[in-house]
């Protein structure tokens, strides 16, 4: 197990993933629209300039959303420390990791949360293998594009099966 809790966010270790990958739309939680890999108008390098006052300024969803360490995860083990502002080429394989790591994060987080559940012990066995393969990989770019349509399926039907002895968290995910 890794000495890192791969769920805790760090934004310092990040390249402002989210502001960049992620779209919004004005309304509630936004004060305008913002298309996906468009970086947010108030981004200053990696950097919000009305960080102290998202909420005052419409912006109360940049405050909910946590994107559970996939951020910093992807720009230190899949990029090295890189970041799109240094070189370009890199904003759309960035975007699209960042998009699937958020994916492996999620399961991460409902793994765990099973293991809360009293599971058949070869379900919880099986659990285990999966989340010290999310936990402890070294993911490439390559092997997160292939993750939504490989492993990320085979725990959800792992997860679907197990749904009865879930709690309630799991009702609107599966
Ligand atoms: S307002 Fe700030 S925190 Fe929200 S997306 Fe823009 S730069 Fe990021």
């Not at 310092?12 to 936004?30: E, M, Q, V």
């Not at 305008?32 to 969803?61: V, W, Y």
């Not at 890199?90 to 599971?119: N, Q, S, Y």
Request: glycine share 8%; with cysteine; aromatic share 8%.
């Amino acid at each position: 197990m890794s000495t890192t809790d791969h769920l805790v966010t760090e934004c310092s270790k990040c390249a402002a993933l989210c502001c960049l990958t992620l779209a919004f739309d004005k309304g509630r939680d936004f004060a305008f629209d913002k298309n996906p890999g468009e970086p947010c108008r108030n981004l200053s390098g990696h950097g919000c300039t009305i960080h102290e006052r998202l909420t005052q300024e419409g912006m109360a969803g940049c405050v909910a959303y946590d994107c559970l360490g996939a951020g910093n995860r992807v720009v230190q083990e899949v990029f090295g420390g890189r970041s799109w502002r240094d070189d370009p080429r890199l904003t759309r394989p960035m975007t699209e990791a960042f998009a699937a790591m958020r994916e492996l994060h999620k399961r991460i987080d409902l793994l765990r949360a099973a293991g809360a559940c009293d599971l058949p012990a070869g379900d919880d066995q099986t659990r285990r293998e999966l989340l010290a393969l999310l936990e402890q990989r070294h993911w490439s770019g390559a092997e997160l594009n292939d993750f939504e349509v490989g492993m990320a399926l085979e725990i959800d039907m792992f997860l679907y099966r197990l749904k009865p002895l879930l709690p309630a968290e799991f009702e609107d995910w599966a």
